[in-house]
C-alpha cells in the first residue's frame, strides 16, 4: 500500500551545505545541547536540579511537577552510547520522515516521548512508584518504528532490519531483566509496541473500519467503465517499491519520486470512485 502523505512535508526543513535538515536531525541538535547542559549541572553539583527534570511518578502525582512527562527524555548524563541514540535518530527518522510526513514522524515522536511517563504515572496512583530519565528506548524504537516501515531492508552483513530490530530488542530485555531494571524494561516494551501500532496506522495498514464487522454487499452487474486515465504500469511501481524497501526513500531519484506519487494520487482517486 502507497502511504497518503498529505499529513506534511517529506522534503527537508533545509539543507546546510549538502546535508539535509530534517524535523528529526533538529531534535538531535535539541538532545544533544542538552547533553551538554547536563553534563555542565552535574559539574556545578546541581544534582537537584538535574532531579527535578527526570520523571517521578511520586513528583508528578504529590507535587503536580508535570513537565517531567517531557523533560525526562532530555536529561542525559555523558556517556558513549548516546552518540548511538542520536544515530537512530537521525538516520531512521529520516528515513520514516522522507516517506510518510513530517506530521507523523512528530505524531510517532510524541507518542514514544509521552506514553511510558503516562503509563508510569497511572502506576503510581496503583501505588508502583518509578523514576526513569533518558531516551534510550525512545530512541531506539525509532529504529524498531524503521524495521516495521522497512523490514526487508538490509542492512549490516546483508541481515534484514526486522531481524535486527528483533535481536536488540531481545538483548535489551534480557539485560534490564537480568539486572531487575523493571521500570526501563516496562518503558522498553511500551515504547516497542507502540512504535509498530504507530506505524501501522500512519500507513494505513490498520484502521478503524478494518475492525468492525462488514455488511456482505448484494451482488449487481455493473457495466464497466471506459477510463481515459493513464494507468501507471504496475511493474514499474513494484520496481520502485523494492527499491524503497532495500535502500530507503532517500534512494530514489526525482523521477522516481514523482512516478511513485502519480501512483499514489490514482490510488486515492480510484478509491473514491469505487
Not at 67 to 77: E, I, N, S
Not at 106 to 126: D, E
Not at 142 to 165: E, K
Not at 213 to 231: D, G, M
Request: glycine content about 4%; proline content about 4%; hydrophobic content about 50%.
Amino acid at each position: 500500500m502507497i502511504a497518503d502523505r498529505n499529513s506534511g512535508s517529506t522534503s527537508p526543513l533545509t539543507w546546510v551545505g549538502s546535508f539535509p535538515v530534517y524535523a528529526s536531525t533538529v531534535l538531535a541538535v535539541v538532545h544533544a545541547a542538552a547533553m551538554v547542559l547536563t553534563a555542565i549541572a552535574m559539574a556545578a553539583g546541581a544534582e537537584a536540579l538535574i532531579q527535578s527534570f527526570g520523571f517521578s511518578s511520586r513528583a508528578v502525582l504529590e507535587n503536580h511537577k508535570l513537565w517531567q512527562v517531557v523533560t525526562y527524555a532530555f536529561v542525559h548524563p555523558p556517556d558513549i552510547l548516546f552518540l548511538l541514540e542520536i544515530y537512530l535518530l537521525v538516520v531512521f527518522g529520516r528515513e520514516i520522515e522522507s516517506f510518510l510526513g513530517r506530521n507523523a514522524f512528530l505524531t510517532l515522536y510524541a507518542t514514544l516521548l509521552l506514553l511510558p511517563p503516562l503509563v508510569l504515572t497511572l502506576a503510581g496512583l496503583a501505588g508502583f512508584s518509578s523514576i526513569y530519565t533518558g531516551s534510550s528506548a525512545l530512541h531506539f524504537s525509532v529504529f524498531i518504528a524503521f524495521a516495521t516501515l522497512y523490514p526487508t531492508a538490509q542492512m549490516f552483513f546483508s541481515i534484514q532490519a526486522r531481524w535486527i530490530a528483533l535481536a536488540l530488542f531481545a538483548i535489551s530485555a534480557l539485560q534490564y531483566l537480568a539486572y531487575a531494571m523493571r521500570t526501563s524494561l516496562l518503558v522498553l516494551v511500551l515504547d516497542s509496541a507502540a512504535a509498530i501500532v504507530t506505524i501501522q496506522l500512519l500507513r494505513g495498514s490498520w484502521s478503524i473500519d478494518s475492525l468492525l464487522p462488514q455488511k456482505r454487499p448484494h451482488l449487481r452487474v455493473v457495466e464497466p467503465e471506459k477510463r481515459s486515465e493513464r494507468v501507471i504500469p504496475p511493474a514499474s511501481i513494484d520496481a520502485i517499491l523494492e527499491k524503497i524497501s532495500s535502500s530507503g526513500m532517500g534512494s530514489l531519484t526525482i523521477k522516481e519520486r514523482s512516478r511513485l506519487e502519480e501512483a499514489r494520487r490514482e490510488l486515492i482517486e480510484k478509491d473514491r470512485k469505487d
